[in-house]
């Protein structure tokens, strides 16, 4: 059915005048939109990307970044196949091998379905999928790399998707030798980054901290004592981190006021009360 | 040691061996020596530097132009390898200094190619 509206315009004799697309009645027609409007892109990722996304309902994120078609790049270290699927762990090196399941097509005739052996470097295009907390692609390509530069480019293309995504930071690029404790120098980046222009937008992930710093806020986050979590109670819970980088972290978060201290120097609340 | 497999690999060079001492990581690097007891190599990275590897088990197999070792980084600075793999140049081959400028960009931008995994709070 023809808008009213843009049949009147269309009368100067082309349909090609009216600027909603004479092709898309549908569209003009106004009740397609759903929710759907969001656009769905392929995003490349890191395993380790993928496994700490944060999830509401049934979108994925990546820091600002909505995935949910994604690529990878890694080797396979294990296979297995069934009847109805092929299940490989693929190894990017940024976190323990991810499970991959490819469905087999049984009819189509136009897919290879044999196993890639074990030591092969693949291309993964899948969707995130998250069951009983584990993650796991879904893929709907598994390719070979014929061209081991692919690994080369699909390193720059993920920091550069990543990047793009984020809100715009000045360039860190000042790289801090000797810290051998922690490759992810939290103060180093963090005092760049704009923190203080997203406290409406997003609740769940601040942007611009490190994953260090996401962690240790997430804890101070999640205690509802009003004396706040004790730095006893992070030095447990981050077995991982040195109490200097724990105390490093604080001190930063503290000063950038996403946390203060209550009962004393050893207590923390978080100043965003969502929770 | 399952434990190289399932943790983090930081993408490193040679450069960078010092700053990992005791931790897993990978190197990629053109093959220079094998040593006769095929348990030991020397591979070079992008900017040329050397990097030395100790296997496991001895090589079985010969092994020539550019190789992925996973492994821990010893505290003299050698990685001591749990497994390695070949890059395939059959097609096209392998932009070494490249895969080395790439490495950089990776350290230089680690919020966005972390090598660990945060929780989600």
Same mark, same amino acid.
């Given at each position: 059915?023809?808008?009213?509206?843009?049949?009147?315009?269309?009368?100067?004799?082309?349909?090609?005048?009216?600027?909603?697309?004479?092709?898309?009645?549908?569209?003009?027609?106004?009740?397609?939109?759903?929710g759907?409007?969001?656009?769905?892109?392929?995003?490349?990722?890191?395993?380790?990307?993928?496994?700490?996304?944060?999830?509401?309902?049934?979108?994925?994120?990546?820091?600002?970044?909505?995935?949910?078609?994604?690529?990878?790049?890694?080797?396979?270290?294990?296979?297995d196949?069934?009847?109805?699927?092929?299940?490989?762990?693929?190894?990017?090196?940024?976190?323990?091998?991810?499970?991959?399941?490819?469905?087999?097509?049984?009819?189509?005739?136009?897919?290879?379905?044999?196993?890639?052996?074990?030591?092969?470097?693949?291309?993964?295009?899948?969707?995130?999928?998250?069951?009983?907390?584990?993650?796991?692609?879904?893929?709907?390509?598994?390719?070979?790399?014929?061209?081991?530069?692919?690994?080369?480019?699909?390193?720059?293309?993920?920091?550069?998707?990543?990047?793009?995504?984020?809100?715009?930071?000045?360039?860190?690029v000042?790289?801090?030798?000797?810290?051998?404790?922690?490759?992810?120098?939290?103060?180093?980046?963090a005092?760049?980054?704009?923190?203080?222009?997203?406290?409406?937008?997003?609740?769940?992930?601040?942007n611009?901290?490190?994953?260090?710093?996401?962690?240790?806020?997430?804890?101070?986050?999640?205690?509802?004592e009003?004396?706040?979590?004790?730095?006893?109670?992070?030095?447990?819970?981050?077995?991982?981190?040195?109490?200097?980088?724990?105390?490093?972290?604080?001190?930063?978060?503290?000063?950038?006021?996403?946390?203060?201290?209550?009962?004393?120097?050893?207590?923390?609340?978080?100043?965003?009360?969502?929770? | 040691?399952? =434990?190289?497999? #399932?943790?983090?690999k @930081?993408?490193?060079? +040679?450069?960078? %061996?010092?700053?990992?001492? &005791?931790?897993?990581v /990978?190197?990629? =690097?053109?093959? #220079?020596?094998?040593? @006769?007891?095929g348990? +030991?190599?020397? %591979?070079?990275?992008?900017? &040329?530097?050397?990097? /030395?590897?100790?296997?496991?088990?001895?090589?079985?197999?010969?092994?020539?132009?550019?190789?992925?070792?996973?492994?821990?980084?010893?505290?003299?600075?050698?990685?001591?390898?749990?497994?390695?793999?070949?890059?395939?140049?059959?097609?096209?081959?392998?932009?070494?200094?490249?895969?080395?400028?790439?490495?950089?960009?990776?350290?230089?931008?680690?919020?966005?190619?972390?090598?660990?995994?945060?929780?989600?709070?």
């Open positions: 059915m023809w808008n009213q509206g843009k049949y009147g315009e269309a009368s100067t004799g082309g349909y090609t005048q009216s600027p909603g697309g004479f092709g898309s009645p549908a569209a003009s027609q106004g009740g397609d939109k759903k759907r409007s969001r656009a769905q892109q392929i995003v490349p990722c890191t395993v380790s990307q993928l496994m700490s996304a944060v999830q509401a309902e049934d979108v994925f994120k990546v820091g600002e970044v909505e995935i949910a078609q994604v690529t990878i790049v890694g080797v396979i270290r294990n296979t196949k069934s009847t109805i699927n092929i299940q490989y762990k693929v190894d990017d090196m940024t976190a323990a091998p991810m499970d991959v399941k490819q469905w087999i097509d049984t009819e189509d005739m136009g897919v290879d379905n044999s196993v890639i052996p074990p030591g092969s470097y693949v291309k993964v295009s899948g969707n995130l999928r998250s069951f009983q907390n584990n993650r796991s692609l879904v893929a709907f390509s598994v390719r070979v790399l014929e061209d081991m530069n692919e690994v080369t480019s699909h390193m720059l293309e993920v920091v550069n998707a990543h990047m793009q995504q984020s809100k715009p930071q000045s360039m860190m000042r790289l801090m030798g000797g810290g051998a404790g922690t490759n992810m120098m939290p103060t180093a980046h005092s760049m980054s704009s923190t203080g222009s997203y406290s409406g937008a997003s609740m769940m992930l601040v611009g901290l490190s994953a260090n710093q996401n962690q240790v806020l997430s804890l101070i986050k999640s205690c509802h009003p004396q706040g979590i004790s730095m006893q109670d992070l030095k447990q819970k981050l077995s991982s981190m040195s109490v200097t980088v724990i105390r490093q972290i604080v001190d930063f978060l503290s000063n950038e006021g996403h946390i203060f201290s209550t009962i004393d120097e050893d207590h923390f609340r978080s100043t965003d009360n969502e929770a | 040691m399952t =434990g190289v497999y #399932e943790s983090p @930081p993408r490193i060079n +040679a450069s960078m %061996l010092a700053q990992y001492i &005791g931790r897993p /990978s190197f990629v =690097g053109r093959l #220079e020596k094998v040593h @006769p007891s348990k +030991a190599l020397t %591979l070079s990275d992008g900017e &040329g530097k050397s990097a /030395s590897v100790e296997l496991n088990d001895p090589l079985d197999e010969e092994l020539s132009g550019i190789v992925e070792v996973i492994g821990m980084v010893s505290n003299k600075g050698t990685i001591m390898a749990v497994s390695y793999t070949q890059y395939r140049e059959d097609k096209i081959s392998f932009d070494l200094e490249l895969y080395n400028e790439g490495l950089k960009v990776l350290h230089d931008f680690p919020q966005h190619y972390p090598f660990e995994v945060s929780l989600s709070g």
